[in-house]
Each structure stands twice: as structure tokens, then as C-alpha cells.
Antibody, heavy 122, light 111 residues
Framework: QITLKESGPTLVKPTQTLTLTCTFS??????????VGWIRQPPGKALEWLALIYWDDDKRYSPSLKSRLTITKDTSKNQVVLTMTNMDPVDTATYYC??????????????WGQGTLVTVSS | QSALTQPASVSGSPGQSITISCTGT?????????VSWYQQHPGKAPKLMIY???KRPSGVSNRFSGSKSGNTASLTISGLQAEDEADYYC???????????FGGGTKLTVL
């Protein structure tokens, strides 16, 4: 059974760097074709895809946020970490990590974490 | 502003059918058959309902169907039920640079 869970701060100050961790079980990021992605959702607004990392360390980023995002994996810990620099109040959102079914379809997220709400405020 | 355009809201009565459109461009929806649809109830994580434009994951009701024509993908829900009331999002592959884009979401109200 695949599960994912996000963890990290609930409150960050403007200009700070956000670090979120996705801890998963039921699959391995050392297996060919496997990946983990991040998607966020501001309160009352739409989903926004952020980043995706694959088993072979291939990394993909949203073009509009690429300069601020870094995604890494720790295969031994079954974790994926997303960092976002220079946080702003507009980055206030629920951040989800999700499992794409396979490398062939990065839109097919078949398992999602519960999400973690991050508020950016001084 | 989201990359894919969806109507903000649609509504229908129980038993009726509704269709939600998702309009992209020749760089995303129009070029790839990799369109997924998600259902999201308030306070919950999204749930995959359709992938590859028209395929249903195991466990998803056959009342949900997807299609695509040109740059527009569509989600049809037939035999509306109260439990279908939720937000729906389309998602498309957009090539190796942009990679993944979501629509702005559609709120479905079952009257």
C-alpha cells in the first residue's frame, strides 16, 4: 500500500526558505520509472504543479518557479525534499506530495499525501 | 492565471449529465494524450478520476468519462449524484520544458 506524508513548518516569514519533506512508503525511488511530485494549492484557489523527481535523479520544475525550487531525494530514507527560497505571502498554500503512476505520464498522480498548510507571514 | 481554462462552475440535478471543458493549446492538450482529471472534496486531497484522456483507474465509477477534441479535453459525469459535488481539475502534459499544467478548476454543484 502506497502512502505519502508531508512535513515541515506551518509558518514561515517572508524572504525565508521553506523546506518540506515527503516521507513515503509502499514504493522505492530506486525502482525504474518511479517518481515523486509536489503540487500546491493556495486557499480557495487552483492546484499548481511545482516539481517532480524521478528514480534516476531526473528533476523537473515549474518554469515560473524554477529559480526558487530545489527537489532532492534520499532513497535510503524514502524521502523527497522540496526547498523554496524567498518565500512571500502569495506562497501561502497547502503543499501536497504525490506519486505519479509511472514515468510515461507525469499527470497521472494516483496517490497523494494529506497536504500540509504553509502560511507565509511576518 | 492557470495554463488550462475551465469554467468556474457548472451545475446539474441528480440523474442528469454534465460536461466540464478544459481548454489548452497546441503545446499541451492539443499535442499529447496525457490529460488527467481530478476530483477534490473540501479539505481533502485530489483524487484521480481519469487519465490518458479517457481511461478510468480501478474503482472509479463508469459514470465518469473523458474525451478530447483538438485543444479541448472534457470530463462528463452522467447520472449525477449528490456525492459528485466537488471541485474538478484537469491536468495536461505540456512538453519537456513546461512539463505539467493544471486547469483553474470547476466547482460542480448538484442541485
Amino acid at each position: 500500500q502506497i502512502t505519502l506524508k508531508e512535513s515541515g513548518p506551518t509558518l514561515v516569514k517572508p524572504t525565508q526558505t521553506l523546506t518540506l519533506t515527503c516521507t513515503f512508503s509502499g514504493f522505492s525511488l530506486s525502482t525504474s520509472g518511479v517518481g515523486v511530485g509536489w503540487i500546491r494549492q493556495p486557499p480557495g484557489k487552483a492546484l499548481e504543479w511545482l516539481a517532480l523527481i524521478y528514480w534516476d535523479d531526473d528533476k523537473r520544475y515549474s518554469p515560473s518557479l524554477k529559480s526558487r525550487l530545489t527537489i532532492t531525494k534520499d532513497t535510503s530514507k524514502n524521502q523527497v525534499v522540496l526547498t523554496m527560497t524567498n518565500m512571500d505571502p502569495v506562497d501561502t498554500a497547502t503543499y501536497y506530495c504525490a506519486h505519479p503512476y509511472d514515468y510515461g505520464d507525469p499527470t497521472r498522480f494516483d496517490y497523494w499525501g494529506q497536504g500540509t498548510l504553509v502560511t507565509v507571514s511576518s | 492565471q492557470s495554463a488550462l481554462t475551465q469554467p468556474a462552475s457548472v451545475s446539474g440535478s441528480p440523474g442528469q449529465s454534465i460536461t466540464i471543458s478544459c481548454t489548452g493549446t497546441s503545446s499541451d492538450v492539443g499535442s499529447y494524450n496525457l490529460v488527467s482529471w481530478y476530483q477534490q472534496h473540501p479539505g481533502k486531497a485530489p483524487k484521480l478520476m481519469i487519465y490518458e484522456g479517457s481511461k478510468r483507474p480501478s474503482g472509479v465509477s463508469n459514470r465518469f468519462s473523458g474525451s478530447k477534441s483538438g485543444n479541448t479535453a472534457s470530463l462528463t459525469i452522467s447520472g449525477l449524484q449528490a456525492e459528485d459535488e466537488a471541485d474538478y481539475y484537469c491536468c495536461s502534459y505540456a512538453g519537456s520544458s513546461t512539463y505539467v499544467v493544471f486547469g483553474g478548476g470547476t466547482k460542480l454543484t448538484v442541485l
